[in-house]
Every structure is written in C-alpha cells, then in structure tokens.
C-alpha cells in the first residue's frame, strides 16, 4: 500500500513536472498565482525593458511577451477618421458602431442599456484587434467626470452633473467592457479624467480646489464606485492640479484609489501631460525629478515622451529599479486578466473575429437595432404644448412640413468618435418617416426669405439647430462663442441660431424645435414662445431614425436631462470655482432654472401613489426597499424614469438641498400600474466625517422624495437613520 502511494506522488511529481517543462519560463503558465508570474516576469526583464514597458504598450519581445495598447471608446470604438483620426493616420478608416455622445447616453438614465452599448463596443473592439491588426484592448472610457458646470467644453464625454447617476452609468460601461467572465475581461475599461478636470481653458496649470468633504462626496464618486463596484482597475490621470498638486504626481493616486479602493492596474498620464508638468505646471527643476515623482506617485503608462527623464532619474538616484518594478505589476495585471500572456484556449474572448466566416459586428442587424434603441432612448421631450399638441405629428392632418436648420441634413462626429458604417441625417429620418403622402420641403437656412416662405407654407416647421462638435476649426480653435470642445470652454450658452427659430415661428407658430447639442443652451425665447421642444445629441449613426420615430409617435420619449439648464449664464459662478456648494448643480442651485435636473416629458401622464418602505428606520450597512407605485394615467404606452431623491432634514453639517439616491426607467402600458421597488443603500447616505476621517452615517431623519423629475416630486416620506 505504500508503495502504491509512493507511485502516485511520483506519478504526480512527474506529471507536474512534463506541465512545467511545456513553459520555457513560470510566467507563461497560466495555472500559476498570477503575482507570482509578475514576480518571475520582472525578474528577467532588464532595465532597458522595464523603461520601454512604461508607454502605454508594455510588451517585451524578447521573452514573447506581447502587450496591448489603447482605443478611444466613449461612445462606440473610435477605429476611424476625422476629426480625431483614432484609426491611425493615412488609414483607411475602420467603420463601427457609432452610438450617441456619452451625454446623450447619460440622459437614457438606463443602466441596462448602457451595459449592453458598452458591450457591443467591446465585441468590435476586440474583432478589430484580432481579424483586423488594429487598435488594442484598453479601451479609455467611460469619462467618470462630473459635467458641474455647462460651459465646460468636454461636457458632451460626461453622463452628467449627478455624481450617483453617473457613477450608477460609469458602473454599467464598466462591466459591459470587461465582461463576465470569472477569469478573463473582453477588454479593459480605462476610466477618465481623475480628478475634477471640467475647465479646458488653461487646463494644463490651474488648480481645481474644494474640500475634502467635495473630495470624497462629489467629485470622486464615480470613480470610486467605477473601482469598487465596477471592478476597473485602469484610470487616467486629469491635466489640472487639484488643490494645488497636479493630479499625475498627487498622492491621492496611490494613498486613496490603490490603497483604499483596491485599485491595482493602470495609471497613466493623460496625453502630453508628462511635459506640461514642467512647462506648464512648472512643479520641478528639472525632468528627472519630475519622472521619479510621476512613478513614485503610482504612474505606470505615460502617454508622451518620457523615456531619457526616467533612465535620468535612476541615474541620478532620484528612482530605484524596485520602484520601477512596483507600478509595472499594475500594467502586467491588466495585460493577464486580458489574457495577453496566455493561450487562446479557456479565454471566451481570444477567438472573437478569427471564424474565417466570421462577420464584421459592426454590419449585425443586432448592433444596429441597439445602436437605434440606444438613440431613440436618450432624445428628451423639452416641451409639448398641450394647447397645440404639435407632438406627436398626426400623419391624417399633415401634408406638408418644412425641416429647416444647420443641422438638419447632417451627422457631425466629434473628436472621440469613430466613423459609422452609414448615418440617417435628421431630414432623410423624416422624409423617410412620412412617406409619400407627406410633402417634406428643406432650407439650411434663411438666406433669401428661403426658411421663412418654405414655413409659411407648411402645415408643421421644423427646426434643427445646435453646436458644432469639433467647432469645424483647427485645435483649441472655436469661433462660435456658444461652441466647445477639448481645449476651449464656452463662452457663451445662448443659441446663435435663436433668431432663425423667432423667424421660422412668426413665419408659422406650428413650429418644433429639435436642439441637437452636446450640452445645455440658455433658450429662454423658444421655451417661452415655441410649442414643442425636442433635445439630443449628436453621432449615432440612427439620429434621424430615432429622431423620426419620436417626432411621429412611433417612440414614446422618455430621456431626461442629466444636468441643470440655467437660464442665464449668470446663474453660474465663475467657472474656476470648484466648491459646488457656491450655487452649482440641483444640488446647491437656489434659483429657478429653465428646466431641471432630471426633467423631461412624454406623450403620456403618471401617476405616483405613496412611498411604502418595509422598515422606517436603515442602519449603516443596509439596503433599504423603497417602493412606489407608479401609474400610467394616458392613453399612450410610455417610460417613466422614476427618480429618489433623499433630504437631510436634521444635518448637523451642510448637506445638498437634495441628492439622488436611486432610479429605474419603467415602461408601462396604457393604463397599466405598477410597483416600482428601488433599492436605497445607507452607504449613499453617509457623509464624509473630517474628523475621523471615515464615512459615518449620521444618526437624524431623511426625507424620501420621489417624481419624475428633480422639481417635480409628487410623494414624499420620512424616515430614520440610526
């Protein structure tokens, strides 16, 4: 019996032995711990190596080690041509999916959606890479920045002003990139910009100060929850200096996000920001220190040249090769939950693309349909004048509509888009959607009485105004003062093309107005005097579809605006002021803006009955079941997007005047009713205590609010917290 038990340990010995000898070196053997195969990986890179590793491709071709690099994907992978030229230069552009901007997916206030967009975006990301040589496996996206204020040029790469809604929404594209896999990621989700960069004039050297409370209950917060809950282990570090330290050599990199959340991937640089640290930022003497700060700080992946700094440092001291050795783990453990290091085999992502027969997804009925749904569900209803009833279009009565506008029959991409497959203009959506018993007549403007006599004599006008995504001018360059972009803020919120909207309307007072913008506009005019008011964003490839479908009542609209439209530009504080509490967002905004955080229409009406809880009373670590009935009162299907607010009645510090807590988009049919149950954790209840410094949920009451909207609360409750 020994013997036979002394057989099987050899056997066994023998057998793990031949499994070894199958890998010229442990790293390559996927059985083994993962920091264990680092460690070993580290161990035989050279110096040389280890330095070239720290650019965003950390492959090493000497040990077979093969990297991956990043894509731009914050509303579809950007493979393609201009603006932005993601596909490469003198490339034939790469065509995929293509999505609306990442504002317009904010205001579906869908996390599901955007779940399912996240992973078809990873699908062809990594078709692209594996049939098609092109691109890499880091996707950057989603922007976890908060859109505080709406002059920020980047507004449109934000889901919103709301830090739980758009951390909620950062969630979801997180896990849709990397997947469900227990092993593997399908790709790997790269969050930007940390933290607090929502200024593009003189971003390269201001400093974006607040408090610590802000800090940890405001602007970090999608990050935070893109870590913790999301599971992304990639971020890239803001331009700015936060609280005077700019961001890629701040502590907060390593001491919050690595030790406190468990962020343990990629950091790295925004591009070209290396530079500016000394240029613009003006913080060290000399490029060596600079570089020995930027890894120290937990930097692993710089984004321009930083090469002759780092060889600099080690050789003056200022950095050790363990040092270097300590943030390239963080690269080498994205690039094994990739699979990068291992064989295809086990890994459900490694073959995706490489089916001889394999189809390109990007030309999938499947993708297109989302790409549509995606669409339909960010368009937001502004107005619809019960007294005219201009929406939906009634095919019976209409026999003529005017489409008038800059942005009519045109898709614009932005800088971070890809190129479409195919694109439906606004105008070719509505010629389509009319058919031949409605006459669509167009003018791109007014030049010659054109816009005001094609409107006079249709029974509807439409115009479809807005910004420019990319200013139409070279880099840093917008001549509309209304317009933004990377690297301009706006100067102005009031719509140039106002005085066309008060020429079409006098021409015809049926008018509906399509404002297609990548952030808010001050129409105080057109609020005032238009009928129906209809807002999304630009790029999908099924704008005009979508557009259409809302346009027609073949889609019941149901997006909501993710960020406070103010009336004025003089509602807001200076741009540079950070500390939210100044008036800034629902949250601390004590006037009346022209419409609400949360605020959006549909052709039907709910009802809201009472809030039910299942306990009157939530301590720290609970969840709480909120729930509310919810009743469609209309004669038309519809969504609600049912909203939980929460109040701090009794807080001994200074809390929001309210703060978003939960959501669900619902659909209901005519008539039908609903419980809607939400799910309130106490976690998001708790404020960040200075003192001790921890979150601490403070003891007191809440009260619960619920509605369609930020001001539009139609039940309320009370409840503890203990």
Same mark, same amino acid.
């Given at each position: 019996?020994?013997?036979?038990?002394?057989?099987?340990?050899?056997?066994?010995?023998?057998?793990?032995?031949?499994?070894?000898?199958?890998?010229?070196?442990?790293?390559? #053997?996927?059985?083994?711990?993962?920091?264990?195969?680092?460690?070993?990986?580290?161990?035989?890179?050279?110096?040389?190596?280890?330095?070239?590793?720290?650019?965003?491709?950390?492959?090493?071709?000497?040990? $077979?080690?093969?990297?991956?690099?990043?894509?731009?994907?914050?509303?579809?992978?950007?493979?393609?041509?201009?603006?932005?030229?993601?596909?490469?230069?003198?490339?034939?552009?790469?065509?995929?999916?293509?999505?609306?901007?990442?504002?317009?997916?904010?205001?579906?206030?869908?996390?599901?959606?955007?779940?399912?967009?996240?992973?078809?975006?990873?699908?062809?990301?990594?078709?692209?890479?594996?049939?098609?040589?092109?691109?890499?496996?880091?996707?950057?996206?989603?922007?976890?920045?908060?859109?505080?204020?709406?002059?920020?040029?980047?507004?449109?790469?934000?889901?919103?002003?709301?830090?739980?809604?758009?951390?909620?929404?950062?969630?979801?594209?997180?896990?849709?990139?990397?997947? #469900?896999?227990?092993?593997?990621?399908?790709?790997?989700?790269?969050?930007?910009?940390?933290?607090?960069?929502?200024?593009?004039?003189?971003?390269?050297?201001?400093?974006?100060?607040?408090?610590?409370?802000?800090?940890?209950?405001?602007?970090?917060?999608?990050?935070?929850?893109?870590?913790?809950?999301?599971?992304?282990?990639?971020?890239?570090?803001?331009?700015?200096?936060?609280?005077?330290?700019?961001?890629?050599?701040?502590?907060?990199?390593?001491?919050?996000?690595?030790?406190?959340?468990?962020?343990?991937?990629?950091?790295?640089?925004?591009?070209?920001?290396?530079?500016?640290?000394?240029?613009?930022?003006?913080?060290?003497?000399?490029?060596?220190?600079?570089?020995?700060?930027?890894?120290?700080?937990?930097?692993?992946?710089?984004?321009?040249?930083?090469?002759?700094?780092?060889?600099?440092?080690?050789?003056?001291?200022?950095?050790?090769?363990?040092?270097?050795?300590?943030?390239?783990?963080?690269?080498?453990?994205?690039?094994?939950?990739?699979?990068?290091?291992?064989?295809?085999?086990?890994?459900?992502?490694?073959?995706?693309?490489?089916?001889?027969?394999?189809?390109?997804?990007?030309?999938?009925?499947?993708?297109?349909?989302?790409?549509?749904?995606?669409?339909?569900?960010?368009?937001?209803?502004?107005?619809?004048?019960?007294?005219?009833?201009?929406?939906?279009?009634?095919?019976?009565?209409?026999?003529?509509?005017?489409?008038? $506008?800059?942005?009519?029959?045109?898709?614009?991409?932005?800088?971070?888009?890809?190129?479409?497959?195919?694109?439906?203009?606004?105008?070719?959506?509505?010629?389509?959607?009319?058919?031949?018993?409605?006459?669509?007549?167009?003018?791109?403007?007014?030049?010659?009485?054109?816009?005001?006599?094609?409107?006079?004599?249709?029974?509807?006008?439409?115009?479809?105004?807005?910004?420019?995504?990319?200013?139409?001018?070279?880099?840093?360059?917008?001549?509309?003062?209304?317009?933004?972009?990377?690297?301009?803020?706006?100067?102005?919120?009031?719509?140039?093309?106002?005085?066309?909207?008060?020429? +079409?309307?006098?021409? #015809?007072?049926?008018?509906?107005?399509?404002?297609?913008?990548?952030?808010?506009?001050?129409?105080?005019?057109?609020?005032?005097?238009?009928?129906?008011?209809?807002?999304?964003?630009?790029?999908?490839?099924?704008?005009?579809?979508?557009?259409?479908?809302?346009?027609?009542?073949?889609?019941?609209?149901?997006?909501?605006?993710?960020?406070?439209?103010?009336?004025?530009?003089?509602?807001?504080?200076?741009?540079?002021?950070?500390?939210?509490?100044?008036?800034?967002?629902?949250?601390?905004?004590?006037?009346?803006?022209?419409?609400?955080?949360?605020?959006?229409?549909?052709?039907?009406?709910? $009802?809201?009955?009472?809030?039910?809880?299942?306990?009157?009373?939530?301590?720290?670590?609970?969840?709480?079941?909120?729930?509310?009935?919810?009743?469609?009162?209309?004669?038309?299907?519809?969504?609600?997007?049912?909203?939980?607010?929460?109040?701090?009645?009794?807080?001994?510090?200074?809390?929001?005047?309210?703060?978003?807590?939960?959501?669900?988009?619902?659909?209901?049919?005519?008539?039908?009713?609903?419980?809607?149950?939400?799910?309130?954790?106490?976690?998001?209840?708790?404020?960040?205590?200075?003192?001790?410094?921890?979150?601490?949920?403070?003891?007191?009451?809440?009260?619960?609010?619920?509605?369609?909207?930020?001001?539009?609360?139609? +039940?309320?409750?009370?409840?503890?917290?203990?």
């Amino acid at each position: 019996m020994k013997q036979y038990a002394l057989y099987i340990v050899l056997l066994v010995a023998a057998s793990l032995s031949a499994q070894q000898k199958s890998y010229q070196y442990p790293f390559q #053997n996927p059985d083994q711990d993962a920091e264990k195969r680092i460690d070993n990986l580290l161990s035989l890179m050279t110096l040389d190596e280890k330095i070239q590793a720290l650019s965003t491709n950390p492959s090493v071709p000497r040990l $077979g080690v093969k990297g991956t690099g990043h894509v731009e994907g914050l509303h579809g992978l950007a493979m393609g041509g201009p603006p932005g030229e993601w596909g490469g230069k003198n490339k034939e552009p790469l065509p995929t999916t293509t999505f609306p901007q990442a504002y317009g997916l904010g205001e579906t206030w869908d996390t599901e959606l955007l779940q399912k967009v996240a992973n078809v975006e990873a699908i062809e990301t990594r078709f692209a890479y594996q049939k098609y040589n092109r691109g890499g496996l880091v996707v950057r996206a989603p922007n976890a920045d908060l859109a505080r204020d709406p002059r920020w040029g980047r507004t449109e790469e934000s889901y919103g002003e709301d830090p739980f809604l758009t951390g909620s929404l950062t969630v979801a594209f997180v896990k849709g990139l990397q997947g #469900n896999h227990a092993k593997y990621w399908q790709t790997a989700s790269l969050m930007k910009h940390f933290l607090a960069n929502s200024n593009e004039d003189g971003r390269t050297y201001t400093s974006s100060d607040f408090d610590e409370r802000l800090w940890r209950e405001y602007y970090s917060v999608p990050f935070r929850m893109g870590v913790q809950e999301g599971g992304s282990r990639a971020y890239m570090a803001a331009y700015n200096k936060v609280n005077g330290i700019p961001a890629m050599v701040h502590p907060m990199l390593k001491d919050i996000t690595v030790k406190e959340w468990g962020q343990n991937g990629i950091i790295c640089t925004d591009g070209g920001a290396f530079t500016l640290l000394l240029s613009d930022h003006k913080y060290y003497k000399d490029k060596y220190l600079g570089a020995a700060a930027a890894l120290k700080a937990g930097i692993n992946q710089f984004l321009d040249e930083y090469v002759d700094a780092v060889y600099g440092a080690v050789a003056n001291g200022y950095l050790k090769e363990k040092e270097i050795d300590e943030v390239l783990r963080g690269d080498y453990r994205i690039m094994l939950k990739l699979g990068m290091l291992d064989a295809p085999e086990g890994n459900p992502y490694a073959n995706i693309g490489l089916d001889k027969n394999a189809v390109d997804p990007w030309t999938t009925e499947a993708h297109k349909k989302l790409a549509l749904e995606a669409t339909q569900k960010s368009i937001v209803l502004l107005k619809n004048d019960p007294a005219k009833n201009l929406l939906p279009i009634d095919r019976k009565k209409v026999k003529k509509i005017a489409v008038i $506008g800059p942005r009519a029959d045109q898709i614009i991409l932005d800088w971070y888009s890809g190129t479409p497959p195919y694109t439906v203009s606004a105008l070719a959506g509505i010629k389509a959607k009319a058919g031949e018993n409605i006459e669509i007549t167009y003018a791109l403007n007014n030049i010659d009485g054109k816009a005001a006599k094609l409107a006079k004599e249709a029974d509807i006008a439409i115009v479809i105004a807005g910004n420019h995504p990319w200013c139409n001018a070279g880099w840093a360059q917008c001549p509309v003062p209304s317009d933004g972009k990377e690297s301009v803020d706006r100067q102005s919120i009031t719509l140039e093309y106002e005085d066309l909207i008060k020429v +079409v309307h006098q021409a #015809n007072p049926n008018t509906v107005v399509v404002l297609m913008s990548s952030f808010p506009f001050a129409i105080n005019w057109t609020q005032e005097h238009v009928p129906a008011i209809v807002h999304m964003t630009h790029n999908s490839q099924e704008l005009g579809t979508a557009l259409a479908d809302v346009l027609f009542g073949d889609y019941n609209p149901a997006g909501r605006l993710s960020q406070t439209w103010v009336k004025d530009i003089s509602d807001l504080p200076e741009l540079l002021d950070y500390n939210i509490r100044n008036g800034r967002t629902y949250m601390y905004f004590k006037g009346k803006p022209l419409y609400a955080f949360g605020h959006g229409l549909s052709y039907t009406t709910f $009802g809201y009955k009472g809030i039910e809880v299942e306990k009157e009373a939530i301590a720290k670590g609970d969840t709480l079941t909120v729930n509310v009935t919810l009743t469609n009162t209309g004669n038309r299907d519809g969504e609600e997007v049912v909203q939980l607010y929460v109040k701090h009645t009794d807080s001994k510090v200074e809390r929001p005047i309210k703060e978003l807590k939960a959501f669900k988009r619902v659909s209901l049919k005519a008539g039908e009713t609903k419980n809607v149950a939400l799910q309130l954790r106490a976690a998001d209840l708790e404020y960040w205590n200075t003192k001790t410094q921890k979150f601490e949920l403070e003891k007191g009451t809440i009260e619960l609010q619920a509605g369609g909207a930020s001001d539009a609360i139609a +039940v309320t409750k009370t409840i503890r917290t203990k």
